[in-house]
């Protein structure tokens, strides 16, 4: 396995495989790497000759900077679990690297004002700028996402259909812990009683969907949504919507139940296929 940190280096293994007929596929990350990370490079490693991790805490898509300060990082042993997961390459970056000077940035412009856009302006200007960069960059073949992640997974389809037609996007679908929690490099971040808690909120939460009339129209249902949530403590959003197309149209059938809700200071987010 290759740590690489500079891109001229990186292109010239990522040329040599090309040259070689190999297809790339390409997890991108920002560490503290769990078994949902795993499922994405598992299925990478599956899927083609080669695969390349990165690993980047990319400071512009935080708009908290204590947020930034206190995410999780673990270096060795994140080199460790790629080793044992057959990684070929980690390209591990500085911000200088990812941008230069000279860098232009680009703006998101889907699904703005909803769900996690809402609560964290510019958050996501901050993902497409950094994956436009890592995917003209790295030119893999396939790009592998995580559903864990529903609106982010939502706006690179967008960015891939619009600047890079010739990647594949590969969707992942959320792994989760014996107890039904979506994994998380943030779930490091909790206590012991605070982990108890969520798992509560979590059961309560598919109770509480489980019961619902999957024919209900997505008006009525976060009407029901509203009342559940109004007894837990600080929450951003908790709403169903439409998992096609994020807007609140249409029924149980086809949507999703998304929520951002806090324990402390730190913020988990998690959407459920009904
Ligand atoms: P992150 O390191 O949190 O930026 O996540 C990197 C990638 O892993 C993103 O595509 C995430 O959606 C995905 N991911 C994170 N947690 C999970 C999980 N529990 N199951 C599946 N994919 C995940």
Same mark, same amino acid.
């Given at each position: 396995m290759l740590i690489i940190k500079d891109i001229y280096n990186l292109q010239t293994y990522l040329n040599a495989y090309r040259d070689k007929g190999y297809s790339i596929g390409y997890v991108p990350t920002m560490g503290a790497l769990h078994e949902g990370h795993r499922s994405l490079i598992e299925k990478s490693c599956n899927d083609n000759q080669k695969t390349i991790i990165s690993i980047f805490i990319n400071?512009?898509?935080?708009?908290?900077a204590q947020d930034f300060e206190a995410y999780p990082r673990n270096k060795g042993d994140d080199y460790n679990f790629c080793d044992k997961h057959n990684v070929d390459i980690i390209f591990e970056p500085s911000a200088e690297e990812i941008y230069p000077k000279e860098y232009k940035s680009i703006q998101n412009s889907h699904?703005?004002?909803?769900l996690c856009d809402q609560y964290r302006p510019g958050h996501f200007d901050g993902v497409v700028n950094v994956l436009n960069r890592l995917f003209n960059i790295i030119e893999s073949n396939k790009v592998y996402f995580g559903e864990k992640d529903f609106q982010q997974l939502k706006i690179v389809e967008n960015l891939i259909k619009e600047n890079f037609p010739n990647l594949k996007l590969v969707p992942v679908s959320t792994v989760r812990s014996t107890e039904g929690i979506a994994l998380s %490099?943030?779930?490091?971040? *909790?206590?012991k009683k605070q982990m108890t808690d969520f798992i509560s909120f979590q059961k309560e939460v598919i109770q509480f969907i489980t019961h619902?009339?999957?024919?209900?129209d997505l008006i009525e249902a976060n009407k029901k949504a509203e009342e559940f949530i109004k007894?837990?403590?600080?929450?951003?959003y908790f709403e169903f919507r439409?998992?096609?197309?994020? %807007?609140?149209?249409?029924? *149980?059938?086809?949507a999703r139940l998304f929520y951002a809700i806090y324990k402390s200071s730190v913020r988990l987010i998690d959407n459920i296929r009904l």
């Open positions: 400071e512009k898509q935080f708009n908290d699904f703005k004002n909803i %490099s943030r779930n490091s971040k *909790l206590s619902l009339d999957k024919k209900a007894s837990y403590e600080k929450f951003d439409n998992a096609t197309n994020l %807007s609140l149209e249409g029924s *149980l059938v086809e």
